[in-house]
């Protein structure tokens, strides 16, 4: 059974810097992706950022609202996938899941084709 454990949560200021970690274990060979969400409250689970796991060049996507700012990476020998996050703003205060699923022909951030999910971590954005 794959297990996903976010890490690297917490409070920083507007324009500040943070780091995510989501460490991948059990059957992953057959994982295709593995993707950011986020959730604040009242809102909607939305993507923020996704990688292809299985592919030479690990091609990443990004939600426009994070685009140039966040920077989603791999490391397949580690079997960690981290989310750097730069210049922060108070609009990105939420909690931050890792998901992973199989490949499977579906937009990457509709949130109900992944299976695992871990248990999230705060990102807290405020001065």
């Known amino acids: 059974e794959v297990q996903l454990v976010e890490s690297g949560g917490g409070l920083v200021q507007p324009g500040g810097s943070l780091r995510l970690s989501c460490a991948v274990s059990?059957?992953?060979?057959?994982?295709?992706?593995i993707t950011w969400f986020r959730q604040s409250p009242g809102k909607v689970r939305e993507g923020s950022a996704s990688?292809?796991?299985?592919?030479?060049?690990?091609?990443?996507v990004y939600d426009d609202s994070v685009k140039g700012r966040f920077v989603i990476s791999r490391d397949n020998v580690r079997n960690t996938v981290t989310l750097q996050m730069q210049s922060l703003k108070p609009e990105d205060t939420a909690m931050y899941y890792c998901?992973?699923?199989?490949?499977?022909?579906?937009?990457?951030?509709?949130?109900?084709?992944?299976?695992?999910w871990g248990q999230g971590t705060q990102v807290t954005v405020s001065s």
């Open positions: 998901a992973a699923r199989f490949p499977i022909d579906a937009a990457w951030n509709t949130a109900d084709t992944y299976k695992y």
């Open positions: 059990g059957g992953t060979d057959g994982i295709g992706r």
């Open positions: 990688i292809i796991i299985k592919s030479r060049s690990g091609v990443a």
